[in-house]
């Protein structure tokens, strides 16, 4: 079982608010990522890290932002919440270089902009 | 998920198989995945197959690839009502490890 945890599982947040999804690993895994999840399904990848003090942009614009300061500890943090950010957030992890490059997944964060 | 398509919805009923069918683009993917999406939870890896391989089996769930025409499905034997969930095929880019996912099918077993 992985031991990835993002924390809260379910938000509901009035518009303008700031607000920061939180994602831990305790497999010391240098890799993370951040998927934003359609409610049609479809994953996106936000934002992704190879270790400390290494941030990238996904595939998809957000307009969240991340830090890696701690190998375990990967938040997501958006200044200004908005209702087209209402969406499931998930957090993934990965060891540095071992094939087949399975990626770990927390249960999600489901947010919720009103 | 525009580089890996999968069709969105099976209903089939228990005890029979489930094919679930993948297309890719990529064909310098090295692995291809299936990852199984339980409601309220994240993706759990299923099974994997390098793309050296035609077929993959493992107890319950066999996996076939077609690499020349970017062909992937995941089939279920003796399918159980707890099998009911999301399946997502992705296919790895480049030597990073990044994943890229398709839209996820749901599949639905009836008694």
């Known amino acids: 079982e992985a031991d990835i945890y993002q924390t809260p599982r379910y938000l509901v947040i009035g518009t303008g608010k700031k607000i920061t999804l939180e994602c831990s690993q305790t497999?010391?895994?240098?890799?993370m990522y951040w998927y934003q999840q359609d409610p049609g399904m479809e994953l996106h990848l936000i934002h992704y890290?190879?270790?400390?003090?290494?941030?990238e942009k996904g595939d998809l614009s957000s307009e969240s932002t991340v830090s890696r300061i701690r190998t375990e500890h990967f938040p997501l943090t958006l200044e200004s919440a908005r209702p087209s950010h209402t969406s499931q957030y998930l957090c993934?992890?990965?060891?540095?270089?071992?094939?087949?490059?399975?990626?770990?997944f927390g249960p999600g964060t489901r947010l919720t902009v009103t | 998920g525009e580089d890996v398509e999968q069709s969105l919805f099976l209903s089939v009923r228990e005890g029979d198989s489930s094919v679930i069918n993948c297309t890719y683009t990529?064909?310098?993917?090295?692995?291809l995945y299936w990852y199984k999406q339980e409601p309220g939870a994240g993706l759990q890896l299923l099974t994997y197959?390098?793309?050296?391989?035609d077929m993959k089996q493992d107890q319950r769930l066999t996996v076939l690839l077609n690499k020349k025409d970017k062909h992937l499905s995941l089939r279920i034997a003796d399918t159980q009502t707890g099998d009911s969930a999301i399946y997502f095929c992705?296919?790895?880019?480049?030597?990073?490890?990044?994943?890229?996912f398709g839209a996820g099918t749901q599949v639905v077993v009836t008694p």
């Open positions: 993934a992890s990965s060891p540095a270089d071992d094939r087949p490059y399975e990626q770990y």
């Open positions: 197959i390098f793309s050296n391989m």
């Open positions: 890290s190879y270790g400390v003090n290494s941030t």
């Open positions: 992705a296919e790895s880019k480049g030597s990073w490890g990044k994943l890229q």
């Open positions: 990529d064909s310098s993917s090295t692995y």
């Open positions: 497999m010391g895994h240098d890799k």
